[in-house]
């Protein structure tokens, strides 16, 4: 009888093992669908700043593809001007509420000539944040990367102009219509 309570524990292990790894599968499956559909740029470097993984969006945004980038260090994507302000962030490692969040850089498009066309790099909104991993057992813990988030910015941008021309667009009507008032005669 205790041998066939050892069976009987010992499949039922089996069967939640198996359900697990099945539950794993499907949740990494979705994670995976998930960065490879979003439309922002998503990164993780290792270490010594060197791209783990890249998401396809870097193809449509910048014009290279993923495979292009991964092993190779980040400062790849910066113009060379940039790199000393935006290396820190692009690299970081603080987290939580410390971590980089809505920092603005220009990142370099396979198809532009830099720095001829410096002022149509596309711009982006960083969020980044470093990653540890428990160290001895759990007691310290070590820096082993950074993954980051960078968001294209030219639809934002372009939002803001026309509101911006909006706004100046209504105070020149208002100040000719002050004008106007003043002078008693009204403008055509």
Known sequence: TE???A???LKEERLVRRTTQTALRRSEAKFKELLDTSPDLI???DRHGRFRYVSPSVGPLLGISENELIGHHFSAL???????HTQ?????????????RSFE???IHKHHNYPENADILPRFQLFASGIYT??????ATRYIGTCGIAREMSQAHAFEHRLL????????GQLALSASRRLNSPIQ
């Open 134 to 139: 428990p160290d001895n057992g759990g007691a």
């Open 78 to 84: 910066l113009p060379s001007d940039h790199l000393s």
């Open 105 to 107: 850089i220009q990142l």
């Open 88 to 100: 820190y962030r692009f690299r970081e490692r603080r987290t939580r509420q410390r971590a980089t």
């Open 3 to 5: 041998l066939m309570e």
């Open 165 to 172: 021309r909006a706004e100046e667009t209504a105070t020149i």
């Open 43 to 45: 990164y993780i470097l």
């Open 7 to 9: 069976m009987r524990v």
